[in-house]
């Protein structure tokens, strides 16, 4: 009976941690998170809480997904309790008696096997190495942010959206239009409402190393051959050695 309430008062505490965006789960949290960095992440005394531990360098760009939801009661809610721990946080003027309400923009990872592919990359040779020797790590998949009316402007008039490396570990989104680049949106994470993560899947080599073979919802099954875990691979004994 003990073990039954203990489960259902975390299940309370994480659904008070987390809010309903496009029928998804975010998690909300004081935590200064980014889209596509790796850390740790867990429930402490009923708070969210995501420590970075590494940004996977970017030589190719990564398709995002990019969309736009009015803001709500408990969304604006949620962001003014953020407040609290950050005072520079960009404030957004919501009052619900006005037909016309601001939005909220949502970004999230669509090339799974391009970032995959990246991770998996000699020159992330640091990022792999840590997410073997930690296992638990996960990945901020997508964020919902609160953006000006300029920048919003801007997305609408664009066509694809891509998650670029243009500084040194520091990400942006780039807008294209007909195959052009047009424009570029900085993520400030004091505009950041709440997030995603995502775990990391993998299968072992013929050479026997171990690589990330796919990225998927926090939660979800890996597919296929895919694993959660590291497993220490089996050796076959030489028949000479019998």
């Not at 809610?77 to 407040?83: E, F, L, M, R």
């Not at 909220?104 to 020797?133: F, H, M, P, Q, R």
């Not at 990945?139 to 670029?164: C, G, H, M, N, P």
């Amino acid at each position: 009976m003990l073990k039954k309430i203990v489960v259902l008062a975390v299940l309370i505490c994480s659904a008070c941690q987390t809010t309903q965006i496009k029928n998804e789960a975010y998690k909300f949290s004081s935590s200064v998170v980014e889209l596509g960095s790796i850390g740790t992440a867990k429930l402490s005394y009923n708070q969210n809480k995501f420590e970075t531990k590494g940004l996977p360098k970017l030589e190719n760009n990564i398709r995002v997904e990019i969309g736009i939801v009015p803001y709500n009661k408990k969304l604006n809610k949620i962001y003014k309790s953020k407040a609290k721990y950050n005072q520079n946080q960009t404030k957004v003027a919501f009052i619900d008696s006005l037909p016309i309400k601001p939005e909220l923009v949502t970004i999230k990872i669509l090339d799974v096997a391009g970032l995959v592919n990246e991770i998996n990359a000699d020159y992330n040779a640091d990022i792999l190495k840590l997410l073997i020797n930690t296992q638990k790590s996960k990945i901020v998949s997508s964020l919902a942010i609160s953006l000006s009316t300029d920048e919003i402007a801007k997305i609408r008039q664009a066509d694809a959206f891509y998650l670029i490396n243009n500084q040194y570990k520091k990400y942006a989104v780039a807008l294209f239009k007909s195959g052009k680049k047009v424009n570029t949106i900085d993520i400030n994470p004091e505009t950041i409402v709440a997030y995603q993560l995502s775990s990391f899947c993998w299968a072992n080599s013929d050479r026997g190393n171990w690589y990330v073979a796919d990225i998927v919802n926090e939660g979800s099954k890996c597919a296929g051959t895919t694993q959660s875990k590291i497993s220490k691979k089996k050796k076959n004994k030489d028949l000479f050695d019998m």
